[in-house]
């Protein structure tokens, strides 16, 4: 088959197909100097550079920008459709919301606010998970390891963990606290892990390799929350109620100030879009091995939290793989309350969505209903373009982008 030296892609873009093809199919070098594909036979003092994992992906994206065919009429319709939907569904709740949809087969992405930081709280979870498998897969870490939870492990709120403990202690590995952080959304579970993993720095790092966007990891659990308190955290405050008693004893002013710059700023802020890029390689199998992909999206598929967010706009046939958040309440207002995952259609088609409250005032059935309304979009979207369309081409880039 013939190539000629350049190709052009639908978005019109201009791009040396031999380099493209080369590079796609794993091609690992190429000339420093003169940035031509890496021939077979190559002196030794010659100098060559590694292509990042980003880069090859940016390159494939690319390629299959120019295999593709163009977008079927009824796929354009449902990419109008589903635009037109998640802008309603934004602009129609009553706090600020960001909502992304990401179509895993295409690339194409719609969003209503995708670019603005909204509060992770314990869809953060889910980096941390990420990168301690990562540096499994790089047997840097042993996840059935025996592991020894004791009293001076606890953290604060949420973590369920301590039930479970007797004479002071709980027995388990790694691989059981990393089902109970996504599960269970365990912070004192959480917290063993991100320390195994090597701190906040290292999912960081893990977010910087892998080319990752928009996403910022705060401090880790105690001090976040204690930040959005207004209360500079001590050990003590794991133990039984004391965190709760601190966190009363602020004067109402010092904690609205902390709570108010928490929610126009967020430590641990995300971009809809960041987080849906996030989940698309993932189910891409782009940032961990076959196994360890595998066995994240099966532990995220068995969520026990938020059972009536995105899960509950389910139609038969559809499965979630899903992360939940949900923040401080101060004066009736909750900043942070999200969910995020993969929705999987009967065709194995899939989507990664993410919906992110930063405040509200709502009542939680609202804020379960409008995240059901983004799901039953997906799926409406996926029945209107999918059955029978061409699914090598839906249009790249980003749909809407209303506030």
Do not use: C
Request: proline share 5%; hydrophobic share 40%; no cysteine.
């Amino acid at each position: 088959m013939r190539f000629s030296q350049w190709v052009r892609t639908p978005g019109g873009r201009r791009v040396s197909a031999s380099l493209a093809i080369l590079l796609a199919a794993g091609v690992s070098q190429i000339d420093a100097g003169t940035g031509t594909a890496a021939q077979p036979a190559r002196p030794a003092a010659q100098k060559v550079t590694q292509v990042s994992p980003a880069l090859r992906d940016k390159v494939r994206s690319v390629l299959g920008e120019v295999a593709a065919a163009p977008a079927t009429p009824a796929m354009l319709a449902a990419q109008s459709a589903l635009n037109a939907r998640i802008s309603a569904i934004g602009r129609g709740f009553n706090g600020d919301v960001g909502i992304a949809i990401k179509d895993i087969q295409t690339g194409w992405t719609a969003h209503h606010d995708g670019y603005s930081h909204y509060p992770q709280q314990s869809v953060s979870k889910f980096w941390v998970a990420l990168a301690a498998l990562q540096k499994a897969d790089r047997g840097q870490i042993n996840f059935f390891a025996p592991v020894a939870v004791t009293a001076s492990d606890m953290t604060v709120f949420h973590q369920p963990i301590r039930a479970a403990m007797k004479n002071g202690v709980f027995n388990t590995t790694l691989d059981g606290l990393l089902h109970r952080a996504l599960q269970q959304s365990d912070n004192t579970a959480n917290d063993i892990i991100l320390r195994r993993a090597g701190g906040p720095d290292a999912v960081r790092k893990f977010l910087a390799e892998n080319g990752i966007q928009g996403i910022r990891f705060g401090p880790g659990e105690k001090l976040l929350q204690a930040g959005i308190a207004g209360v500079r955290w001590q050990d003590s405050f794991s133990i039984g109620r004391a965190f709760y008693a601190a966190r009363d004893a602020i004067p109402q002013s010092v904690r609205s100030a902390a709570f108010a710059r928490y929610v126009a700023d967020p430590i641990d802020g995300a971009t809809p879009l960041g987080l849906v890029d996030g989940l698309a390689k993932l189910k891409k199998g782009q940032l961990l091995s076959p196994a360890s992909t595998s066995r994240m999206l099966s532990i995220m598929s068995n969520t026990q939290t938020g059972k009536q967010r995105l899960r509950g706009g389910l139609a038969p046939g559809y499965s979630l793989a899903h992360k939940t958040g949900t923040g401080q309440v101060l004066g009736g207002a909750q900043a942070g309350y999200n969910d995020i995952g993969i929705v999987t259609g009967p065709d194995g088609r899939s989507y990664a969505v993410a919906v992110m409250i930063k405040y509200t005032k709502a009542p939680l059935p609202a804020r379960m209903q409008m995240m059901q309304n983004v799901t039953r979009a997906v799926i409406d979207y996926d029945r209107a373009s999918g059955r029978g369309g061409n699914w090598a081409s839906a249009g790249a880039g980003t749909g809407s982008g209303s506030k």
